[in-house]
């Protein structure tokens, strides 16, 4: 799979190429990556690994500084580029935040407020039992959800209406069950949600799939499912997808970059294209990689089209659980 994104991306480069040939735009000034969370997160790790592969590859002229803009489940980093509107200077990466805190009405600013660049990369996510559990595959997990929602003890981290529950929720919904009848446990990081799992606490844990490549050698874990399009490849070979136990469950947790409200076409097209090059290089695909993250890359255009996709997605999963206020 990741083999297959990296030649996906270096197919689209040629075209994003010919489009930046085409603007003559330039950065003019430093350049603010804008992680909307604290340093060593997901995002800031995001934003600094295209940051260092920008400058390793020297793919540009223009000095990126990554700004750390913590706070209100990233409504904060979301704020400061709202601020900047009209600036192709400042940027952001983002994960699906930008749709979900307008939806749940933690922050009136969403991803129609400002202007998508690219999509970067996504992280699947898993579904794991303890090695001796009775639920032996996602087809187990089905019936029993079908039977009876609350009858599987469920952990996640970090907050409720995150990936993960999104995740379970569109499990839920494939075969009716009311994800609002789930037995979840919230746990502070998806370590501790598979801590549960292998202590016995809980019968099931939905986490990162970059997680659980770690854990899934030791043999005292079973991943029975991942909401994957396809299988992945090295400790997680051999765990099926939602699509071949007989559901279409495909969702991961994205990274998209964005730039502020009212850039030109121009300025979106040098960032589009820059994008572009840094998704085709073998470096950015090995450090995805390394964090549980695959390449995941769509222009602008396209990106735009699959936010709104999400919007309704997560705007119906979202209702279900009885979350959405806007």
């Given amino acids: 799979m990741l083999v297959k994104s ?27 990556l804008i992680a909307p969370a604290a340093a060593g997160s997901a995002m800031d790790t995001i934003a600094r690994l295209l940051q260092r592969v920008v400058q390793d590859r020297q793919l540009s002229k223009a000095n990126i500084s990554i700004i750390n803009k913590t706070g209100g489940g990233n409504a904060v980093g979301f704020a400061y580029l709202s601020s900047h509107a009209g600036d192709p200077h400042y940027l952001i990466a983002t994960p699906f935040t930008v749709i979900t805190n307008k939806i749940t009405g933690t922050n009136a600013l969403n991803y129609q407020d400002f202007t998508p660049i690219a999509m970067l990369a996504n992280e699947q ?23 009876d929602p609350g009858s599987v003890s469920m952990a996640l981290a970090a907050a409720l ?10 499990v839920g919904r494939a075969v009716g069950a009311d994800p609002k009848r789930f037995r ?25 799939a970059g997680l659980l490549a770690a854990q899934a050698p030791s043999g005292k874990l079973r991943v029975i499912a991942v909401a994957a399009r396809e299988r992945l490849g090295g400790a997680l ?21 964005m730039g502020a409200r009212g850039i030109t076409a121009e300025q979106v097209a040098y960032w589009e294209a820059l994008a572009g090059r840094v998704s085709a290089q073998d470096e950015w695909a ?11 890359f769509f222009g602008s255009e396209d990106t735009r089209k699959y936010l709104q996709a999400q919007d309704a997605q997560l705007r119906a999963v979202l209702q279900d659980l009885g979350m959405a206020r806007q």
């Fill in 237 to 257: 070979a051999q765990a099926p997808t939602w699509r071949e136990q007989g559901i279409d469950v495909v969702f991961g947790s994205w990274r998209a970059l």
């Fill in 161 to 170: 209406g995150n990936a993960n529950h999104v995740a379970i929720s569109l």
């Fill in 125 to 147: 996510i898993g579904f794991v039992v303890n090695a001796n559990s009775p639920i032996r595959n996602g087809r187990d997990l089905l019936a029993r959800l079908k039977a």
């Fill in 286 to 296: 090995q450090e995805l990689a390394q964090n549980g993250l695959a390449p995941f």
């Fill in 184 to 208: 979840i446990a919230v746990f502070n990081s998806s370590g501790e949600s598979i801590t549960a799992v292998l202590g016995g606490h809980v019968d099931l844990a939905i986490t990162t």
């Fill in 6 to 32: 990296v030649i996906a991306a270096a197919a689209v480069v040629c075209a994003l190429c010919a489009a930046a040939a085409c603007a003559q735009w330039q950065p003019t000034k430093n350049v603010e």
